[in-house]
């Protein structure tokens, strides 16, 4: 079993959707939630980070975590086409320093 | 333009060899990551340099090393490479060397192993 868990899609939505992508975790000692985008041929770059439990609004970004359900979600309101890339979620605990564990990420197609 | 530099942008060479890839991280940033992205694996955390001392080891193949010079660039050579290690090898940076630390990604050198 992986440590994290991403479903890989391709989820395509209609421009103005909500997007709700999610991860689950199997290690309880990761703190820090992150999502992280990707265009293609590019680096990811960073979107969100979290600590703990809890939700955090940026804009049309909302990342929240539930670490009793080991289970993150980054939703995205009134998606546009310019959202279409490849989003990771990652987290890291303090143990064995600081390592960031990713998922595979899941690639978005937002239809104008 | 996230300020981390990258070089070379693609690489192409036969099993066996050997080869460094090169990274200059952001002005200021003190800690440079390795990535490693391939389509069965995903992106996978290879190794951590703080200020040019090893801080964390991910799954880094014994066949792989890295090092942080002190003008902070780094370099991660590949040696006896194998067909597998055709991936898009990412360099990142931070400020320092925390979990906290946003990581900045630097566009990535393309890897093909023949």
């Known amino acids: 079993q992986k440590e994290v868990e991403q479903d890989p899609g391709p989820l395509s939505v209609p421009e103005g959707a909500i997007v709700s992508l999610n991860c689950t975790y199997s290690?309880?000692?990761?703190?820090?939630f992150m999502w992280y985008r990707q265009y293609s041929r590019k680096g990811p770059e960073l979107l969100m980070y979290?600590?703990?439990?809890g939700n955090k609004e940026d804009g049309r970004f909302t990342a929240q975590v539930d670490k009793s359900s080991k289970y993150i979600s980054l939703f995205i309101r009134d998606s546009q086409p310019s959202d279409s890339a490849t989003y990771l979620c990652?987290?890291?605990?303090?143990?064995?320093?600081?390592?960031?564990?990713f998922g595979a990420g899941t690639r978005l197609f937002v239809k104008a | 333009d996230s300020g981390v530099t990258q070089t070379p942008k693609h690489l192409i060479t036969a099993t066996g060899q050997r080869v460094t890839l090169r990274c200059s991280p952001r002005?200021?940033?003190?800690?440079v990551y390795w990535y490693q992205q391939s389509l069965d694996q995903g992106l996978q955390f290879l190794i951590q340099?703080?200020?040019?001392?090893?801080?964390a080891k991910g799954n880094i193949l014994e066949r792989f090393s890295a090092q942080q010079f002190p003008d902070l660039h780094s370099e991660l050579n590949l040696s006896s490479l194998e067909l597998g290690d055709s991936a898009l090898y990412f360099c990142?940076?931070?400020?320092?060397?925390?979990?906290?630390?946003?990581?900045?990604f630097g566009p990535g050198t393309r890897l093909t192993v023949t």
């Open positions: 990142a940076s931070s400020v320092g060397g925390g979990a906290v630390d946003e990581q900045y």
């Open positions: 990652a987290m890291t605990s303090n143990t064995g320093g600081f390592k960031t564990i």
């Open positions: 979290t600590y703990s439990s």
């Open positions: 290690n309880s000692a990761f703190q820090y």
């Open positions: 002005s200021g940033d003190l800690s």
């Open positions: 340099y703080y200020n040019g001392e090893e801080r």
